[in-house]
């Protein structure tokens, strides 16, 4: 998969130089506040109703992108050879046979967006698997002077499905943004935590739990990678979790920043990951490096360098990919920013700086800890801007 994302890459720069203007590194000072246009709303997701209902009126609004996404999804995986067409075919077209095998309430929760949005529950599983197996994503943790946590991200969607030539553009990533939503998920009208989803994805990608902690994931580009586990499970090799599963569980169920970390660190997944977790006090922020079967290493923001910690999508104890430098570029920025500035503002324009903002960035989120604050905006990465 690796060798497939080099060559491809070197090709696209090959294509891209004559087609994309003059591109400059930058720190940017002034991006925030971006337009109110460009502002994520915000919906309820009541976990006192069966799960079936939940989705209920988000995916009727949204069903009709939903099915775009999916089309689009199909036709350009399956370009990729016989290993993705044959994940396709597992899951499109024979997973309404193991729907008993999907844990509770995930169950009920994809088949009711698959009654609402009026796919099969193949379709609608195949919808949420690539959202665990596609992402390329910055996120940072950061702590201001008076000890105030803060956590952020730009989620990168779409690389190698789909360059639009004539709007220098990734169709994909295009198409995602108007099913970007904020989530506040209630119980007894009162928030449990709030999220950043695709309309219909279950699972969670950015969140925070008020005054308890803050997450993000990242994905790990690694030879047993996510397509492995994937089949694997649907074989019937099912002693792993979804990722998207288990960071769900996590925000609903971990009490604490430690709880957190440990249920992360101590389970078996389908596909690599780095989880990008926050705290509450002082110096409480972290990398977990996972493999699907145990954790690789864990990087405390302390010996990260004090105030912040920042990871991409590469194992922070090697070189990135040269072609996908967007740690050095993001690094540089925040300490210009210096810890001095951290804030929504400050963290906000170190995301909106290139290329760590890029043609493939869908949203930018930040998160505080201690007040459950989210604010999401969709990604508007104006030319010259790098494809990736």
């Not at 943790?141 to 690389?159: C, I, K, Q």
């Not at 789909?162 to 990734?170: A, M, Q």
């Not at 104890?317 to 210096?338: E, S």
Request: charged fraction near 25%; aromatic fraction near 12%; include cysteine.
């Amino acid at each position: 998969m690796m060798s497939k994302i080099i060559l491809f890459l070197l090709l696209f720069v090959g294509f891209t130089v004559s087609q994309v203007p003059p591109f400059k590194e930058e720190c940017v000072k002034d991006a925030y506040p971006p337009p109110a246009s460009l502002l994520v709303k915000e919906y309820i997701i009541n976990l006192d109703l069966a799960p079936e209902e939940r989705w209920a009126e988000l995916v009727k609004e949204k069903a009709e992108l939903i099915k775009n996404i999916l089309a689009k999804f199909k036709e350009f995986v399956r370009d990729w050879g016989q290993e993705a067409a044959k994940l396709i075919e597992l899951v499109d077209e024979k997973f309404g046979k193991f729907d008993d095998t999907l844990p509770e309430p995930f169950r009920g929760e994809l088949l009711g967006i698959a009654k609402y949005s009026n796919l099969n529950l193949g379709e609608v599983v195949l919808y949420n698997i690539f959202y665990e197996i596609f992402t390329v994503c910055t996120s940072i943790v950061a702590e201001d002077p008076s000890g105030n946590l803060y956590h952020a991200r730009n989620l990168d969607f779409g690389l190698f499905i789909g360059w639009d030539i004539r709007n220098e553009t990734w169709e994909i990533t295009e198409a995602l943004k108007p099913l970007i939503v904020n989530l506040n998920f209630q119980r007894s009208g009162q928030t449990v935590f709030k999220s950043v989803n695709y309309a219909g994805y279950v699972g969670i990608l950015t969140a925070v739990k008020p005054k308890t902690f803050t997450l993000s994931m990242d994905e790990r580009f690694n030879k047993d990678g996510g397509f492995i586990g994937i089949i694997e499970w649907l074989l019937g090799i099912r002693t792993g979790s979804w990722m998207g599963f288990l960071t769900r569980n996590v925000m609903e169920n971990s009490t604490s920043y430690s709880d957190a970390r440990d249920v992360l660190s101590n389970t078996e997944m389908l596909a690599p990951a780095y989880f990008i977790l926050g705290g509450t006090k002082s110096g409480e922020g972290c990398v977990i490096t996972r493999d699907r079967e145990k954790t690789i290493d864990i990087w405390e923001m302390k010996s990260a360098g004090g105030w912040y910690i920042l990871e991409t999508n590469y194992d922070h104890w090697t070189k990135p990919l040269f072609l996908d430098d967007r740690r050095t570029p993001a690094n540089n920025c925040m300490r210009n920013m210096t810890q001095t500035n951290v804030s929504v503002k400050g963290i906000f324009n170190v995301l909106s700086s290139k290329p760590v903002l890029n043609k493939l960035t869908t949203y930018t989120a930040v998160m505080e800890v201690s007040t459950g604050h989210l604010e999401t905006y969709l990604a508007n990465c104006t030319d010259p801007c790098f494809p990736w």
